[in-house]
């Protein structure tokens, strides 16, 4: 017995290419930050790049949780994607306050390697 709505579990889902994609870009960047700054430039790039990483994985558990809800109440699931929106938000921006304020990382790698991160979205292919 099969159900056609149950997503496989292998890598093969977009979200997971680009969780791939973004950890060898932070990789990379905590590399190059450990290279030239040193170790609390690299443990700041590699929060950063972890904020990124963890707002994919938030997004991709809202669409999830949207196509459920399609299925038993239709447009009923951009409430969903309004608060998976908000609570990402909430989220990168609580991280950024207790990266630079309490845990006093530099923010400029946290800041560049959250951003370089976000551009795996454009390398996720098909």
Same mark, same amino acid.
């Given at each position: 017995?099969?159900?056609?709505?149950?997503?496989?579990?292998?890598?093969?889902?977009?979200?997971?290419?680009?969780? *791939?994609?973004?950890?060898?870009?932070?990789?990379?960047?905590?590399?190059?930050?450990?290279? @030239?700054?040193?170790?609390?430039?690299?443990?700041?790039?590699? @929060?950063?790049?972890?904020?990124?990483?963890?707002?994919?994985?938030?997004?991709? $558990?809202?669409?999830?949780?949207?196509?459920?809800? *399609?299925?038993? =109440?239709?447009?009923?699931?951009?409430? !969903?994607? @309004?608060? !998976? *929106?908000?609570? $990402?938000?909430?989220? =990168?921006?609580?991280?950024?306050?207790?990266?630079?304020?309490?845990?006093?990382?530099?923010?400029?790698?946290?800041?560049?390697?959250?951003?370089? *991160?976000?551009?795996? @979205?454009?390398?996720?292919?098909?």
């Amino acid at each position: 017995m099969t159900d056609e709505n149950l997503q496989p579990l292998g890598l093969n889902t977009g979200a997971h290419k680009i969780i *791939a994609i973004q950890a060898l870009l932070v990789t990379g960047m905590g590399w190059v930050f450990y290279t @030239y700054q040193g170790l609390q430039a690299a443990q700041a790039a590699f @929060y950063g790049g972890g904020i990124a990483i963890f707002n994919v994985w938030l997004s991709h $558990r809202g669409v999830q949780t949207a196509a459920k809800i *399609a299925q038993v =109440a239709p447009t009923k699931e951009i409430y !969903v994607f @309004y608060f !998976v *929106a908000v609570q $990402r938000f909430i989220f =990168a921006l609580g991280c950024f306050i207790l990266g630079m304020g309490w845990l006093e990382w530099p923010p400029i790698p946290m800041i560049v390697t959250f951003g370089i *991160a976000q551009i795996g @979205y454009f390398f996720k292919g098909n």
